[in-house]
């Protein structure tokens, strides 16, 4: 550690602050005290601590409403709650808001330690670089995904990301592309399931328009798009057989041959894939390349469920709530205790993903500064709200495949009706439902 982990410790018992401040300082913390939530707050305003201890009864602003205080204004600082009247209530309402742990008074000499080690373990950067930002989180569970991908980051190997839809694998990797020593260099994401087979093929491999011998791509593709820098693979699962075996063959050769070409072109890629299905059983059905899978899966991060880090649904929906304050006017200021504890409670079948759903959708709909509970029940209850239905599923993904194809072929029509197997008459049919000019592409052509 650089430097000392500051410490900002808060009661309104004199004796013991001064008691406690000694025994923190004494392990190398160094400590600012205050003896009330007002104090406090002005304290934050001077400098951010690493991590907030404080008692929950005090007179004014007690333990629970500065943390709701200090949410607002540094999401994402752990606080630890101390109290000599404690109970299960207690630790309960305190953890659901989004509280980092609870201490009973007299605090236990270990119990202290551990919790602070722990509450730090998530609070301080883990180089100066600040490489996780992006990835909010006081999980256990995920500080120890987060750790094994720091100590992998420098590393030049290939990492299969793995776990349910929506818990953040995009995130990872970019995280990992910031640790690394390519981070100067491009990071580039692909859905490998979000296109066809053709278009698919020309957005990883580029193509050649009129190729002759000697030709290099119009159109280079993501993997030399990405040379010297980082290329995701997002639900590499969904590639077919066919293209499963030319993206071994260039990885195995370290060169691209693009779509139309005559030569090979050498790349310097580091790859990141991710799949939320089980590709060990898609191997054994025979669905996956096991070759290709071992060539991937040189290091395996699985992200844990949401639900399994119900700690952190507190802290990202604050962050989402003030991400929203920033891009948007709203009234809306933050979540009732017991919003929050229904937050942390939910099952999240749609994880992060669907936490953000839901917390743009009660920023829409509050009727009061604060959202409450019956809110919060109604959009859970609404399960389907959290997704769009198959036909705005279907018409999302058009929108962005005829986009791709009229890029491809610089809006010639005819050329892009066959590419996409559809006759003009009905590929013109497409282009006006969803409103796309072929002409704006043509401007676009050398």
């Known amino acids: 550690m650089t430097r000392k982990a500051r410490i900002l410790l808060v009661d309104d018992d004199a004796s013991l602050l001064k008691l406690l401040g000694l025994r923190l300082r004494s ?66 309402t305190a953890t ?10 007299p605090i236990d000499k270990e119990a202290l330690r551990k919790t602070i080690n722990e509450a730090l373990a998530v609070s301080l950067p883990a180089d100066e670089d600040d490489w996780q930002h992006s990835i909010l989180t006081r999980s256990p569970a ?17 990492v299969l990301i793995t776990g349910p839809s929506g818990t953040g694998k995009k995130l990872m990797a970019k995280a990992i592309h910031d640790a690394s020593p390519r981070q100067d260099y491009p990071f580039i994401a692909l ?22 011998s000697g030709a290099i791509a119009d159109h280079p593709g993501v993997l030399l798009a990405a040379q010297g820098g980082t290329l995701f693979l997002d639900e590499v699962g969904e590639l077919s057989p066919a293209l499963q075996a030319r993206l071994l063959s260039t990885l195995e050769r370290q060169e691209v041959r693009p ?21 060990v059983a898609a191997m054994e059905a025979g669905q996956f390349r096991e070759d290709l899978f071992y060539r991937l899966n ?20 604050r962050h989402f709530l003030e991400r929203i304050r920033q891009r948007q006017p709203t009234r809306v200021t933050g979540f009732s205790p ?45 399960s389907g709200d959290h997704f769009p239905t198959f036909n705005e599923a279907r018409a999302e ?50």
């Not at 007690?62 to 209530?89: K, W």
């Not at 749609?350 to 509050?366: K, S």
């Open 27 to 92: 392990e190398g913390f160094a400590v600012t005290t205050a003896t009330s939530g007002q104090e406090a707050l002005e304290q934050l305003e001077r400098e951010r601590p690493d991590l907030v201890l404080s008692d929950l009864k005090m007179d004014g602003m007690d333990g629970l409403a500065l943390f709701e205080r200090i949410q607002r204004a540094q999401v994402g600082l752990p606080v630890v709650i101390m109290t000599a009247h404690g109970s299960i209530t207690d630790a309960v």
């Open 96 to 105: 659901r808001s989004g509280v980092f742990g609870f201490l009973t008074k």
């Open 142 to 158: 995920m500080a120890a995904v987060l750790e094994q991908a720091r100590r992998i980051a420098p590393l030049d190997i290939s």
């Open 191 to 212: 859905n490998c399931g979000a296109m066809p087979e053709p278009l698919l093929e020309s957005e990883l491999f580029g193509h050649v328009k009129g190729a002759f």
């Open 259 to 279: 779509l139309g070409g005559s030569r090979g072109i050498g790349t310097d890629v580091r790859i990141l894939s991710a799949s939320n299905r089980d590709l």
């Open 298 to 317: 040189v290091v395996n991060l699985a992200l844990p469920a949401l639900k399994e880090r119900p700690e952190d649904i507190p802290l990202l929906a």
């Open 338 to 382: 017991e919003a929050l504890a229904m937050l942390a409670s939910a099952n999240w079948p749609g994880n992060v993903r669907q936490l953000l759903n839901l917390v743009e959708q009660a920023v829409a709909l509050a009727p009061a500064p604060v959202i409450g509970p019956q809110l919060v029940e109604g959009i859970l209850a609404d």
């Open 397 to 446: 993904f058009e929108r962005v495949y005829l986009n791709k194809v009229l890029r491809m072929t610089e809006g010639n029509v005819t050329q892009a009706a066959a590419l996409a197997g559809r006759n003009r008459t009905d590929f013109y049919k497409l282009l006006n439902r969803h409103g796309i000019e072929a002409g704006a592409y043509k401007d676009k052509a050398d």
